[in-house]
């Protein structure tokens, strides 16, 4: 398809005249992309969009060319596609959807380094009660004492003046 008529064409090289060849109204959003790329190659990012828009709203905006992906990389390059209601949703939806998968991706991260901690604290107790059982003992005993007195019964004890050790059974 030409982007212009006969008696207003500008004057273009040839190599820039091969870039000017405009996706029909069935080309796909891959196809527009692919043809912004080459006309930012022939006509530098500026000149480029202008053409594009031009021809996008002349032959694409009525196709089924329009998609999220079309639409991020064209907004990328500074250009702003016109949606209706459900291409407006889908593009927000999109959005949100990537911003989640980076929180998400993200929490992996977290998630491997907090098992890690957890992991090497298991094995330095492990290691001291092997070495050292006497200290790991009274470790132990610190442990529990401080376990019964986060409990109610375990405060309570303490609160007459007993101690865990002396409950009878």
Avoid at 83 to 100: M, R, V
Avoid at 114 to 124: C, Q, S
Avoid at 142 to 160: N, Y
Wanted: glycine fraction near 12%; charged fraction near 15%.
């Amino acid at each position: 398809m030409k982007l212009f008529s006969p008696d207003k064409t500008p004057k273009y090289s040839v190599a820039q005249q091969n870039c000017l060849s405009v996706p029909s109204k069935s080309s796909s959003g891959q196809k527009w992309k692919a043809w912004h790329q080459n006309l930012v190659a022939c006509f530098g990012k500026s000149g480029a969009n202008t053409l594009w828009v031009e021809a996008w709203d002349r032959y694409g905006r009525s196709g089924n060319a329009y998609s999220n992906d079309l639409a991020q990389y064209m907004q990328g390059q500074g250009v702003y596609l016109p949606e209706g209601f459900g291409q407006k949703a889908s593009l927000t939806g999109a959005n949100i959807t990537s911003a989640f998968g980076g929180f998400f991706n993200a929490m992996k991260y977290i998630n491997i380094a907090l098992a890690g901690g957890i992991a090497i604290g298991f094995l330095i107790l492990l290691y001291n009660i092997i070495i050292n059982p006497d200290k790991a003992k009274a470790s132990l005993g610190v442990i529990t004492e401080g376990a019964m007195l986060a409990t109610p019964q375990g405060r309570a004890i303490t609160a007459v003046g007993g101690s865990q050790k002396a409950l009878p059974r």
